[in-house]
């Protein structure tokens, strides 16, 4: 089992920041893919950027160029900073982590999915 806990979200005006992290850990497993998500009322969930075991970054569109990640290897922790945000940057955001089991690159199977953290960005 997997636990994904997600932290640092608020509410800022536009052209603010925020710094989101996101906190994986499982007995069995010692890394993890992990992504954000978001997902807006009314709207379907979106990717927004995502780090793999390998140190590969990939970003949406909408977001490259406000948002970059960072991470706490040893403490499996994913922090998102978010600046320039807009109004439509509104949404709910959601880490998504896939374990792979320790001392290998065999992954653990599946995907685990964080309780959210609400974003809001006033005009």
């Known amino acids: 089992q997997v636990q994904v806990v997600e932290s640092g979200g608020g509410t800022v005006q536009a052209g603010g920041s925020l710094k989101l992290s996101c906190a994986a850990s499982?007995?069995?497993?010692?890394?993890?893919?992990m992504r954000w998500y978001r997902q807006a009322p009314g709207r379907e969930r979106e990717f927004v950027s995502g780090?793999?075991?390998?140190?590969?970054?990939e970003y949406a569109d909408s977001v490259k160029g406000r948002f970059t990640m960072s991470q706490n290897i040893e403490k499996n922790i994913l922090y998102l900073e978010m600046s320039s945000l807009k109004p439509e940057d509104t949404a709910m955001y959601y880490c998504?982590?896939?374990?792979?089991?320790?001392?290998?690159?065999?992954?653990?199977?599946?995907?685990?999915w964080g309780q959210g953290t609400q974003v809001t960005v006033s005009s």
């Open positions: 998504n982590a896939a374990p792979y089991y320790c001392g290998t690159t065999i992954k653990g199977g599946g995907d685990y």
């Open positions: 780090l793999d075991i390998g140190g590969v970054s």
């Open positions: 499982g007995a069995t497993y010692c890394w993890y893919d």
